[in-house]
């Protein structure tokens, strides 16, 4: 508890139809990030990594439902949190940093309305000390003429000055976990390697902890200390980075390496997780749900 | 100092899209000569629209032969001078759309952000009122209001307002289940932010320039009403200039004297004309802002 931030025990989401319980979205997931640290959860496209995020947060689809589990942020059970009490942490003390910037930004409201809003709501601000609160934000993200920036709208700006300008957002209030749910995807290359190192640069001097959602375990290598695999909704390796890239557990893992773009190897030297890793992950998610259904 | 420089494009980039409108200028145009009739009405229509000269009766406007100098419009079977007349009507007229249009775009878009938002019940009692509402004939609606609320000014407000909430409550509505549905809404959820600012906060910029759109169209709509409630004598009383009344009175003289009721005809075609105008231009202009 003591240098824990977040601790997910045990997370069973189910998608519902109806009164029907379907498919397991989240299979009896468990992971812990700890004070100041950079956790990985690295998973294919579909592995049910942002509805990790999603739950914590307590923004997910109105048809997934959490059955079983528990979610602990900084003492706090978010499962089943009151909206009310929900509202006081979010923001406050944990941030997302989303995947999209262009989208996660409000078309319609300037730059500054929208970083300073958290500081007004959670800290009491008033709206110059955001304001100048906002400016030595952007400048800590590498932003210059950030007064400008500031009072521009978010069409106006380039794809990594938006994701700046969130990373930004996602600091303001001193959050002791942060989410990002894949930062760098909708990025160009060039620019997701400066975003990336900001990223690392804000959570050195900001201590704080950092889920970081991504599907390229290359990134987590260079990124984090500890990770998370998971795969059809179900964590299938765990542990520090350096015990598991240099002697992976699970076959599974093993692939998700061999399928990683490294600068030094050929393109074609790629080879996609195999079939047979795939039907045994599989197999075992099926009777995760067959449980499940026996229980309910 | 860059940054006020850069504020400044900004919106002279707005401004140039809407001066590059012709639809915008022109009915921009009729409505700011028409607030200046309003506003000035005394000043520049110096003589009295109510006075009364018998000696002066059905004079022809000021090309005419027999017309009497000063009266440029001429006078009416009362002998009251038809231009002041105008330019005082045009309080009555604008009045009535700036004030009914205001309160009609008001109460429709709240009840539409509440619907299209929250969703649930209140989304199925206020969408059900809408159809209720939108299956009266919303003309005999509205006589049958002002003769409930008694003839005045603030009857034919109060009966255009509640006939004409739909128009808004309905665009906005789908136009927030829409919204809702964006990632920004989800950004401004995870920074803790409550129901009611995100909808007012966040949703609300975005869809206010259809409201602005709506709004113009449905000052055209106000102006028509009120003349035509004027005109069967449902809206204030005779003695204020109004243009409905001044068509309905021309009317009876229409043989004698064709100015009486043509020009407040003119008045209100024109007047209508501007606010579909801008209406017009503004949707055309103002959406790729919203639209991105
Ligand atoms: N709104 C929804 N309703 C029902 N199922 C959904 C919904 N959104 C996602 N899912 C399902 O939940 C599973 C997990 O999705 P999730 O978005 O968490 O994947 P992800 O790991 O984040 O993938 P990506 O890398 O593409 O973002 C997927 O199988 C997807 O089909
Ligand atoms: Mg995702």
């Known amino acids: ?296 | 100092m860059a940054e006020p420089a850069q504020q400044h494009r900004l919106s002279a980039g707005l401004a140039r899209r809407l001066m590059g409108d012709w639809r915008v200028v022109v009915g921009g145009s009729i409505f700011a000569v028409l607030a200046i009739l309003a506003i000035g009405a005394s000043l520049i229509a110096a003589i009295d629209p109510l006075e009364q000269d018998l000696l002066l009766e059905l004079l022809p406007p000021a090309w005419v032969d027999g017309a009497e100098p000063g009266m440029l419009l001429g006078t009416d079977s009362l002998g009251r001078d038809v231009f002041s007349r105008l330019v005082h009507g045009s309080r009555i007229a604008l009045a009535v759309a700036v004030v009914a249009g205001v309160l009609t775009a008001t109460l429709g878009t709240v009840l539409g952000l509440v619907a299209g938002y929250f969703g649930g019940l209140a989304d199925s009692v206020i969408s059900r009122l809408v159809d209720i509402w939108t299956s009266f004939p919303p003309v005999l609606l509205a006589i049958i209001l002002v003769a409930l609320l008694g003839t005045g000014l603030h009857s034919v407000i109060i009966a255009i307002v509640v006939i004409d909430w739909t128009r808004f409550c309905r665009v906005v509505r789908a136009e927030v289940m829409q919204q809702r549905r964006m990632d920004y809404v989800d950004s401004a959820v995870t920074i803790g932010l409550g129901r009611i600012a995100i909808l007012f906060r966040e949703i609300l910029p975005n869809i206010l320039p259809l409201v602005i759109v709506l709004l113009t169209l449905e000052m055209g709509i106000a102006v028509i009403v009120e003349a035509i409630l004027s005109f069967v004598g449902l809206s204030l009383s005779s003695d204020t200039p109004t243009w409905g009344g001044m068509i309905a009175e021309g009317r009876q003289v229409i043989h004698q004297a064709w100015w009486v009721m043509s020009f407040p005809l003119l008045m209100v075609v024109v007047t209508v004309l501007g606010f579909n105008l801008l209406g017009d231009g503004l949707r055309a202009t103002l959406d790729p802002t919203l639209r991105r």
């Open chain 1, 1 to 296: 508890m003591s240098n824990t931030v977040l601790t997910i025990a045990n997370l069973h989401a189910e998608l519902r139809a109806g009164r029907k319980t379907g498919p397991g979205i989240l299979r009896n997931v468990s992971l812990t990030v700890h004070q100041g640290e950079m956790h990985g959860l690295v998973g294919e496209s579909g592995a049910g990594k942002s509805m990790i995020a999603r739950a914590i947060l307590g923004i997910l689809p109105r048809s997934i439902l959490i059955s079983d589990g528990s979610i602990d942020c900084l003492g706090r059970q978010m499962v089943g949190l009151a909206d009310s009490d929900r509202r006081k942490i979010l923001g406050r003390d944990i941030s997302l940093i989303p995947q999209d910037p262009l989208t996660a930004l409000n078309p319609a409201r300037r730059i500054g309305a929208q970083m300073t809003d958290v500081m007004r709501l959670h800290l009491g601000w008033s709206r110059a000390r955001a304001h100048d609160a906002a400016l030595a934000l952007l400048n800590e993200v590498h932003i210059r003429d950030a007064e400008a920036v500031l009072r521009r709208y978010p069409h106006e700006l380039s794809g990594g000055m938006r994701q700046r300008v969130l990373i930004a957002t996602a600091f303001a209030c001193e959050p002791k976990l942060i989410i990002a749910d894949e930062p760098t995807t909708a990025l160009d290359v060039t620019v997701q390697k400066q975003i990336l190192r900001l990223l690392r640069e804000m959570q050195n001097r900001h201590g704080t902890a950092i889920l970081l959602v991504t599907h390229d375990l290359g990134v987590v290598a260079k990124m984090c200390r500890s990770l998370s695999v998971i795969h059809s909704g179900m964590i299938v390796e765990q542990g520090e980075v350096s015990d598991i890239v240099t002697r992976p557990e699970h076959a599974f893992t093993r692939a998700l390496f061999a399928a990683t773009p490294r600068y030094d190897r050929p393109a074609d030297a790629l080879s996609p997780v195999p079939g047979e890793v795939v039907r045994e992950l599989e197999e075992k998610a099926a009777t995760f749900d067959r449980a499940r259904a026996g229980l309910s």
